[in-house]
């Protein structure tokens, strides 16, 4: 009697909504290929069902505890999954097993299927993808969101990190977010894209640099004392400021090199003698700088002279200079003395000028000099004859990545007029020894497939000088990519449903569905080929048009012309869904479907 009370109450607590109804189970059952089957090739169809589930994930590999994974794929939103070309072996056994998602709530993995690939195709070579990260230099390893893109793409969430069983090709990786706390990404070394050839690895390192706590302190004295008071300055490198008082504290300011100009004021009837320790200093990351002005009462007076020389013989002529220091003017000519100046420590600066066709070597015996009472200080200005060659550059740019040629990437033509002229197709190419002047870069045709030549920069024309180098930059633009969309009707009216069918042109690829879009396919000519499916009790009258050309960004649409042939039914035959074998043809790469 007690239990059959209890049974009472809870069917009334279930009516009433008291008792919680029960979670919804999420479960996989695998349906395609069976398993420990052939496959007809290496891009099999994997397919299995799952009631209710929104998101999938798939596991590839060549052994049934899945320590050695081909394919992680995760997000999947289809009940279904086309192994790409080149990612499995012939003759090999795979294992395979999915996992399905609602919200928070996932299945069970399922129970492992296993296939085997056909015989007869030798290996493709692989190689192995790692990826490391550094801050400031030092190795680090944690949490790191990064996508590699390339005959694989993955996506990861650490480093260190290591892909293995990867197919030859060019690979790119892109930083997303993540990585040590309040640092920023400076580089990817050694470089963001690279080639896998053969059973190479590639090494990809993200270089993570901790943002600056820096700071620089500008004070002064007088006589040897710390002093307050107006002073006009200027602080000029990564950060820079022009202030009128000291002592100044600048925080949270860059690393880096900084200058430090006095201008005018300080102490009243007082000269700046130095700026210690140095008037320029290196920043360090996190570190600190102090400029110190040195002023002194002491009116002690000397002598500057500034002289050239040219290839060791002495010159004069006009020069644009200035030397700051207790005492500033700027100068036009050497020889030039100026007589009775403060003393003090001094610094001299060339603007420009000088013997024809010269360089100016150094400034002996320095650039920054300490004038002492009733002493004379020199500065020798030294020019050398200048070269009388320079070196040309010719990059090429596609979409604002660098390009270059190289085998299937497309050829090109290019010439230089000017005093060394010159005609090539290698891009990047460098001219050295060229005679100076005026150049002009002709392009002639070629480059990257399907793009086109948009600007030269800087400039089609550039001024080579002595012993300087131009760089010309030929920035190509690819044509924006088009849709290929595959309809069907049936008596004349719309239809939708399975057929089986291949894509041919610039771009191949297979569907099993209508109607059905494949985007981002290159400009050119493509082709549709039936191969199964389609209403039932019809047939394949016409695929209308045959052939069609896709323009740069335009669609090429194809129909299926389907009528009835007979008593209702099913059409002949299956609709196969592993793909079938591709006609050959460039592949450009994975489309968005």
Not at 201 to 217: D, E
Not at 267 to 296: D, E, K, R, Y
Request: contains cysteine; proline residues 10%; charged residues 5%.
């Amino acid at each position: 009697m007690y239990r059959f009370l209890l049974v009472i109450l809870s069917l009334m607590l279930l009516l009433t909504g008291c008792v919680p109804a029960p979670v919804p189970q999420l479960t996989v059952k695998m349906s395609s290929p069976e398993t420990g089957s052939v496959v007809p090739s290496l891009s099999p169809v994997l397919i299995w069902e799952s009631a209710g589930a929104t998101t999938f994930r798939l596991l590839i590999a060549t052994d049934s505890n899945f320590q050695q994974i081909v394919k992680d794929s995760s997000n999947l939103s289809e009940a279904h999954y086309s192994v790409p070309p080149d990612l499995l072996t012939g003759d090999t056994t795979y294992y395979w097993k999915v996992l399905a998602s609602k919200g928070n709530i996932s299945s069970e993995w399922s129970v492992p299927w296993s296939f085997r690939t056909p015989a007869g195709r030798a290996p493709s070579q692989r190689g192995a993808i790692k990826v490391s990260a550094t801050i400031d230099g030092i190795p680090w390893s944690g949490s790191v969101n990064y996508t590699i893109t390339g005959s694989m793409s993955d996506t990861d969430n650490s480093v260190p990190w290591s892909f293995s069983d990867v197919p030859v090709g060019t690979y790119t990786v892109t930083y997303n977010y993540g990585g040590p706390s309040a640092a920023t990404l400076a580089s990817i070394t050694p470089s963001p894209s690279q080639e896998l050839s053969g059973a190479d690895t590639l090494y990809f390192t993200l270089n993570f640099r901790r943002q600056s706590v820096s700071s620089a302190i500008v004070n002064a004295t007088l006589n040897g004392v710390p002093w307050a008071g107006a002073v006009s300055y200027s602080l000029t490198g990564p950060y820079n400021v022009t202030d009128t008082s000291l002592p100044r504290s600048y925080t949270a300011i860059p690393a880096g090199t900084y200058t430090l100009t006095y201008r005018s004021g300080g102490p009243a009837n007082a000269v700046l003698s130095s700026i210690t320790p140095a008037f320029t200093q290196t920043l360090s990351a996190n570190g600190t700088v102090v400029f110190t002005l040195n002023f002194s009462t002491q009116q002690t007076m000397g002598n500057i002279v500034v002289n050239a020389y040219l290839n060791g013989a002495p010159w004069s002529g006009g020069i644009s200079y200035s030397i700051n220091g207790p005492f500033q003017t700027s100068g036009g000519t050497t020889p030039r003395t100026y007589a009775s100046v403060p003393a003090g420590t001094y610094t001299f600066n060339y603007a420009g000028g000088g013997p024809s066709g010269a360089v100016l070597a150094n400034i002996t015996p320095g650039v920054t000099q300490a004038l002492t009472a009733n002493r004379t200080i020199v500065f020798n200005l030294n020019f050398v004859t200048q070269q009388s060659t320079g070196t040309i550059i010719v990059n090429a740019m596609l979409d604002g990545q660098p390009w270059k040629t190289a085998v299937g990437s497309g050829s090109i033509q290019y010439s230089l007029s000017g005093p060394t002229p010159t005609t090539s197709n290698a891009i990047p190419g460098q001219f050295g020894g060229v005679s100076t002047g005026a150049y002009t870069l002709t392009y002639h045709g070629g480059g990257p497939i399907g793009a086109t030549l948009t600007s030269i920069s800087p400039s089609p024309l550039q001024n080579l000088t002595a012993g300087g180098t131009i760089v010309y930059t030929l920035n190509f633009t690819g044509q924006p990519k088009g849709t290929v969309i595959v309809n069907a009707t049936f008596n004349g009216s719309p239809w939708s449903g399975q057929v089986s069918y291949t894509v041919t042109g610039p771009y191949v690829d297979s569907g099993y569905t209508v109607p059905h879009s494949f985007s981002g396919a290159p400009t050119g000519n493509y082709t549709v080929h039936y191969t199964a499916g389609g209403p039932p009790s019809a047939t394949l009258d016409a695929i209308s048009p045959p052939t069609q050309i896709l323009p740069a960004g335009g669609n090429a649409v194809f129909t299926f012309i389907f009528t009835f042939k007979g008593i209702p039914g099913p059409m002949p035959g299956p609709v196969p869904h592993p793909s079938p074998t591709p006609v050959p043809g460039p592949l450009p790469g994975p489309l968005v479907k």
